[in-house]
């Protein structure tokens, strides 16, 4: 018998946006010509960027991410920008960016630029090639703001298709980051804690979220941060599902946290509002039926999927 065949187990990273990332990066084992090598071959494809949006190509079947390079010349693609993100059915996937400018007005109906929170709400893309979309705005922003060493400040140049930089004078090695961010629901019993930061839409309440810090582990990062934005102990802490965050390059790592306290200290600096919601009230914001308009994140946001997973548990 199988370690999980007497869990209850169930991946519930898959129902997050962004998660849907099919790409076969094989980063331990590519070449320095990789890229070159992946433009001759017949079916490679390349996602555009216009700063932090992505380019679709507008057709009657719907929004199409992928260009050839041929395609990709033509918008003006930027040529050192250009990284391998790995293979899709053994077909070659890059990714690079183009000039801002009107990518929009110059083509009208037949390209578009869009963001990518927009894309993930809209659901215009299939969840594989968002997944791709989102590993590759993370790369090709670290590759933008990551020209010069840490350590000496001399140059670096880009190595194995994009999953490292080096040096060209000290030769030290530098690797894309993914920042751990622990996001939470704080649930005592019947009821659970939402906050509002100023940031947010009008009516909108979400999960707690924040960084994790260096020598923390993900419960005691859930900890501290209820603590210090709800003035909430908490207990056990239940990892639940994690999902891409490519703003730049979060990892949202979700869980439910039991609360030991109940008398909320809001932190003034961080959040606008933070109470108690009830499952029932919680519900008729996830059915967008709460009487003061109070609602949840959409969707494709983790928090929403964490706040479903309290609200429909019996
Ligand atoms: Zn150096």
């Not at 494809?45 to 190509?57: C, H, I, K, N």
């Not at 919601?277 to 969707?299: I, Q, S, W, Y």
Request: include cysteine; charged fraction near 25%; charge should be negative.
């Amino acid at each position: 018998m199988s370690f999980f065949d007497n869990r209850v187990f169930r991946e519930h990273s898959h129902d997050n946006g962004f998660s849907g990332n099919r790409i076969d990066r094989q980063s331990e084992h590519r070449a320095d010509d990789c890229i070159v090598e992946a433009t001759r071959h017949p079916a490679v494809g390349v996602y555009l960027f216009a700063e932090d949006r992505a380019l679709m190509s507008v057709s009657e079947d719907g929004l199409s991410p992928l260009f050839s390079l041929a395609e990709a010349g033509a918008r003006g693609m930027q040529a050192d920008s250009l990284i391998l993100l790995g293979h899709s059915d053994d077909e070659p996937r890059l990714a690079a960016m183009v000039p801002d400018r009107e990518q929009e007005q110059e083509d009208g109906a037949s390209i578009k630029a869009i963001d990518l929170r927009s894309l993930a709400i809209q659901g215009v893309v299939s969840p594989d090639h968002l997944g791709a979309i989102a590993q590759a705005r993370s790369l090709l922003q670290w590759h933008a703001t990551h020209g010069f060493c840490a350590k000496c400040g001399q140059e670096t140049e880009i190595k194995g298709g994009g999953v490292r930089r080096q040096c060209l004078s000290c030769d030290a090695q530098h690797f894309p980051r993914v920042d751990p961010v622990s996001i939470m629901l704080a649930i005592d019993g019947d009821r659970c804690v939402l906050g509002r930061s100023p940031r947010f839409l009008p009516g909108m309440y979400s999960c707690l979220a924040g960084f994790i810090e260096q020598g923390e582990t993900i419960e005691d990062a859930v900890r501290r941060e209820v603590l210090e934005e709800a003035g909430i102990k908490i207990g056990r802490v239940a990892y639940f599902s994690s999902q891409p965050w490519p703003f730049p390059s979060s990892l949202m790592i979700g869980c439910h946290a039991e609360a030991l306290s109940t008398d909320i200290v809001p932190d003034d600096d961080e959040l606008e509002d933070c109470r108690w919601f009830t499952r029932e009230e919680v519900r008729l914001m996830l059915a967008g039926e709460h009487p003061d308009g109070l609602k949840t994140p959409p969707r494709m946001a983790i928090a929403n999927r964490i706040i479903t997973a309290f609200a429909e548990a019996d």
